[in-house]
């Protein structure tokens, strides 16, 4: 299989990441900006997402902006933010036919391009502010997102196991931000912070689809104010973290199910050599349905109902999340403990290690298939500031030991046990 590159080239301020293939039929326009998670940022670059995609200076009702996605034959617009070690991005973007496969004479990539940079740098706005109603609707919209967060216990807990375990660091915050933050916010202070933040941070442009990079350049210069100094990239700290002692943290509600949360430092980030066994360990240990977690702790022991384990590449957090019984919480603890250590002590069989790097190289290879996983994927690289192919990562996958694994395996170390359970107290079988 042949991987599709993105070429780097600036225009002005801005870095257009492009990728030229005849692979799909429409065209992709993805912006990127990055911002510091920050508590006095973060619930404004929420806000600001959902704010900017409300209308612009030619289409400033909502109505309007539909009508003109309706003419480019339904190019599907969308918005976002969302967390990436301790940066938070602010995400704009369009996907659209390409004009090239349509039987009209239409300039939809021009028309898209245009659209998106009216969307970043010519917003509709009132005298000295965003239109009141959209930024009072959207800060209604927030609140319930953040409430709703609250009825799905597992994300609930997540977040929670986030915050206790990386206190007094920037992420812990959400994505969403802080709830007490929404009522302070105004149309006023939302453009002023908006102002500052498209003007200086960076900002990173992804095209990708049958297009031509001359063309697509000078539409950039054409529709977005490129001559603008920003910065390049957003300071973070690095990933290191000695555990000194493991905390254990058990929060009450009104839930039927028990949801484990156990969090561990990596030592290793995305940029650093041992990403990619890395990678592998979290296969092994939680990552598939043939991982130690899910055989050991759920199939074996029948204790979860889910068992499973993730990674945060840029933070070098990984997360454990198991759904559990009650009085379960001591044996599941025990459970997951003797499946780290085992990967300490090199107990790998040779079906896991190859069933793993399988999956996970079909995982990068199915990458292809979507524009936006491609987009995504590079932009990780840009963010830790480590350029890794598609093909490299899968052939550095496919070269990993079980000593490689058992090296990274002796860095991690568990950082904080959270619980969230009932209201019942003194439950059996050593419940928290």
Do not use: W
Request: glycine fraction near 6%; include cysteine.
């Amino acid at each position: 299989m042949s991987f599709v590159p993105f070429k780097t080239v600036a225009v002005g301020g801005i870095r257009l990441h492009l990728s030229v293939s005849d692979k799909f039929k429409t065209n992709v326009v993805m912006a990127m900006i990055q911002q510091e998670l920050a508590e006095e940022k973060v619930t404004q670059t929420s806000l600001l997402a959902n704010v900017l995609e409300r209308g612009t200076r030619s289409y400033p009702s909502t109505l309007q902006l539909k009508q003109q996605l309706e003419s480019l034959y339904g190019a599907i617009l969308f918005s976002g933010t969302f967390k990436r070690g301790e940066r938070q991005i602010l995400q704009v973007g369009m996907e659209l036919a390409n004009e090239v496969y349509l039987p009209d004479q239409v300039n939809l990539l021009e028309q898209g391009i245009q659209l998106i940079g009216e969307l970043l740098f010519q917003p509709a706005i009132e005298e000295d502010g965003f239109l009141p109603m959209y930024v009072e609707a959207e800060k209604k919209n927030l609140q319930q997102r953040m409430d709703a967060l609250k009825d799905d216990k597992i994300r609930y807990a997540a977040q929670r196991a986030t915050e206790e375990m990386c206190k007094e660091e920037p992420f812990a915050l959400s994505n969403l931000g802080k709830p007490e933050v929404i009522p302070t916010i105004t149309s006023q202070s939302l453009f002023t912070y908006y102002q500052k933040a498209i003007a200086n941070q960076p900002l990173d442009l992804y095209v990708m689809g049958n297009v031509e990079q001359e063309h697509v350049v000078e539409l950039i210069k054409a529709n977005f104010p490129y001559t603008s100094e920003r910065e390049t990239k957003v300071e973070t700290k690095a990933v290191g973290h000695v555990v000194t002692e493991v905390r254990e943290i058990v929060e009450r509600m009104d839930v039927k199910q028990g949801k484990l949360n156990m969090g561990c430092r990596t030592q290793i980030s995305m940029a650093d050599e041992d990403y990619i066994p890395l990678l592998v360990y979290n296969g092994i240990l939680g990552g598939f349905p043939h991982s130690k977690l899910f055989v050991n702790v759920r199939e074996k022991a029948s204790l979860a109902y889910y068992a499973s384990s993730r990674l945060e590449s840029h933070k070098g957090v990984l997360m454990i999340q198991a759904g559990i019984e009650m009085g379960n919480y001591k044996q599941t603890v025990d459970i997951i403990k003797a499946q780290m250590n085992a990967l300490k002590d090199g107990e790998i069989s040779d079906k896991e290690l190859t069933q793993t790097k399988a999956m996970l190289c079909n995982q990068m290879r199915a990458r292809q298939d979507r524009a936006t996983d491609m987009i995504d994927y590079h932009y990780h690289h840009v963010l830790c500031g480590k350029e890794r192919s598609l093909a490299e990562t899968i052939a550095e996958i496919e070269s990993v030991t079980k000593d490689d694994i058992r090296r990274v395996a002796e860095q991690i170390q568990l950082d904080t046990v959270y619980f969230l359970r009932d209201q019942e107290e003194g439950a059996a079988n050593g419940t928290a």
